[in-house]
């Protein structure tokens, strides 16, 4: 997995500083198993050298390592752990330095400590947790630092938010047990607050020689020799746990059963490796419901689009959110219009949310299908806003002014729609983009909403009940998407965790 981990501080001196980096760096050669000292470019060791001799003059505050890099090493994957203060690689230390500066100025937490996630394609997507250290010769007698974890993959970085906040408090909870013993070692000793205060009360010469003092480093502050090498060793196993645990998976639904393809050598763009990818991926796929090539030879989006035609931009509109939110979708018709329709909006949710059943001999409810479809003969439940009901008139019954289809449901659509709703009717709209495309510009956005829905339901499963809007947001979702959120979450593990 190549995230960069970093530790940054709030410098009294010198403002926001990043003291302390933890960079993957894995070989490709699979042919050589000599084990290495190092697996990753020799260009990085030679820029290290360079560096040492940029870096500015820093204090007590913003130092920690200087030239000094730890190394660890994990053969079986020929992946390096490099450590060190700054990172070797000069564009990631530019981005690093650009997030350090916001993760402890303006993108703060409500109550400033805390996570958030913040950034762009161009410089990179960060998770940034800050939290703040007893200090007593700091100003405020707390030194505010945090922790960033910096991909290029937004989507994979979300999807990690639980592991990576859950460990990152765990080396939090323990840097703070540190300060707070020596805190209250040197308070009991020496209290700050009433030295301040009688200085404050004397002549200026002595209030400036207290101000003058230099920010004390982080090993003194936790008054803990090798506090470096224990957050390198935590950096190593956050970063070598996640690369065995999660892997980037290609959207199987975009890919042609023709496509031949092997995980073992799969490569992501520059600087993504998928490591470990050699586990079998399992997919909730129910073997029971029929492809929709076996029920039409009709491009699911031609469906959609004939029948959106035939409802009309309203009632198309109802249907399409009943299908989003997880209402029963119920189709009532002759049997081969009944099935192309069904199936047509089936390809709107994920494929582990659909519970189908066609040519049904008397009504089911929405315990046991989501989407089903019986004759007119077979007696059905009242307009209810629980059941979106689609009726379908043989064309030789209806009149010159009826209409062949009728959505016929008493829920009342929200003041906002759902994000992916109203991008759907966008797509629709666009005559530019032929059935074809379209059906994959599908399948993409389908996958996006669906791992925003499985970073919500992962966060439930790991006990976080409360208010879940900022990491919607962060996703990219808002509260007009909880229920749609919450409907395909159905499709996914009870406990995550």
């Not at 992962?458 to 809007?469: E, I």
Request: glycine share 6%.
């Amino acid at each position: 997995m190549n995230a960069v981990i970093a530790l940054c501080t709030f410098c009294e001196m010198h403002g926001p500083k990043v003291i302390f980096t933890t960079q993957t760096y894995r070989s490709f050669d699979n042919q050589n198993t000599e084990k290495l000292k190092f697996y990753g470019p020799k260009e990085v060791l030679r820029q290290a050298q360079a560096l040492f001799s940029e870096l500015q003059p820093n204090c007590e505050g913003c130092h920690s390592l200087g030239n000094l890099k730890y190394l660890s090493n994990e053969h079986e994957t020929r992946t390096s752990f490099l450590s060190a203060q700054q990172s070797l690689m000069q564009d990631i230390r530019a981005l690093l330095k650009h997030a350090c500066i916001r993760s402890l100025s303006c993108e703060v937490h409500p109550g400033k400590e805390g996570v958030c996630y913040f950034g762009d394609e161009s410089r990179g997507h960060v998770l940034s947790h800050t939290f703040s250290l007893k200090d007593a010769q700091a100003r405020g007698l707390r030194r505010w630092c945090s922790f960033i974890v910096f991909m290029r993959d937004k989507q994979f970085l979300l999807n990690m938010w639980p592991f990576f906040v859950d460990n990152l408090k765990e080396i939090i909870r323990e840097l703070q047990d540190f300060a707070e013993k020596k805190y209250n070692a040197e308070e009991a000793e020496c209290p700050q607050r009433v030295v301040r205060l009688s200085t404050a009360n004397c002549g200026p010469g002595l209030q400036s020689n207290t101000n003058n003092k230099q920010p004390r480093a982080l090993s003194e502050i936790t008054n803990e020799k090798h506090v470096f090498v224990r957050i390198h060793m935590w950096f190593v196993w956050i970063l070598s746990a996640g690369a065995r645990h999660f892997v980037e998976i290609l959207p199987m639904s975009l890919l042609d059963d023709e496509v031949n393809f092997n995980l073992e050598h799969l490569e992501t763009e520059e600087g993504f490796t998928l490591v470990n990818a050699k586990s079998p991926i399992n997919l909730s796929v129910d073997s029971r419901i029929p492809d929709f090539n076996e029920i039409s030879n009709l491009n699911p989006m031609t469906v959609l689009r004939n029948l959106r035609r035939a409802l009309g931009h309203n009632q198309f509109r109802q249907i399409l959110y009943a299908v989003l939110i997880g209402i029963q979708i119920l189709v009532r018709g002759p049997p081969l219009q009944t099935l192309e329709s069904l199936y047509g909006l089936c390809s709107l949710v994920p494929r582990a949310c659909q519970r189908v059943k066609t040519h049904a001999q008397e009504y089911m409810d929405s315990n046991m299908c989501n989407f089903i479809s019986v004759d007119t003969s077979v007696a059905v439940p009242l307009p209810c806003s629980q059941v979106c009901r689609l009726d379908i008139l043989p064309v030789e019954h209806a009149g010159d002014d009826t209409r062949t289809h009728v959505v016929r449901w008493t829920g009342v659509l929200p003041s906002k729609l759902p994000t992916l709703l109203i991008k759907l009717e966008k797509s629709l709209d666009n005559e530019k983009l032929v059935d074809s495309v379209l059906k994959v510009h599908f399948s993409t956005l389908q996958e996006e909403w669906a791992n925003i829905a499985k970073v919500v339901h992962a966060m439930h499963g790991r006990g976080h009940r409360g208010d879940l809007t900022s990491l919607m947001i962060s996703l990219g979702a808002g509260p007009q998407d909880k229920k749609l959120l919450d409907a395909w979450s159905m499709g996914l593990p009870s406990n995550p965790a």
